[in-house]
């Protein structure tokens, strides 16, 4: 019984050390921790109006974050959030409109995607929230 339970307890410990480890690097090689500490996402940008999307996919960098992603845009920028589960170096972004250079649209398969550079950083969003930044994007730029 005994044995058991320090089985069971080392394995809590080695699994959540193993997945704080995956997501920390995870965040550093895609760039994530860079993008929070230039854009961190402050109380004022979050308002009642924002147009938000669930269960997103999206690329920053080499690291794909697939279905694990909230978007929200408000007038000024959009929020990145990622579900609770894998926030470990993964904290908020407010990303503004007017930082997003090189942004274009495209199509895989089934599936829209708009991309973009911010930082030296590409960023790829796909399906509805990646049509959002888009049609978002081409109002700022008429």
């Known amino acids: 019984m005994k044995l058991t339970l320090i089985i069971i307890i080392a394995f809590i410990v080695w699994f959540s050390s193993l997945w704080v480890a995956v997501l920390s690097i995870m965040s550093i090689i895609g760039g994530w921790n860079k993008l929070y500490r230039i854009y961190p996402l402050s109380l004022n940008e979050v308002t009642h109006d924002l147009v938000k999307y669930s269960m997103c996919s999206l ?4 690291i794909n974050y697939n279905a694990c992603a909230k978007i929200s845009f408000t007038g000024r920028g959009f929020i990145l959030e990622m579900m609770k589960i894998f926030t470990v170096m993964h904290k ?13 649209r495209g199509k895989i398969f089934f599936s829209t995607y708009t991309s973009f550079t911010i930082e030296n950083k590409t960023i790829v969003i796909f399906g509805k ?14």
């Open 59 to 62: 690329k920053i960098g080499l």
């Open 92 to 104: 908020p972004l407010f990303i503004p409109y007017e930082m997003i250079s090189d942004a274009k």
């Open 129 to 142: 929230a990646g049509d959002e930044l888009h049609t978002r994007i081409s109002g700022l730029n008429c």
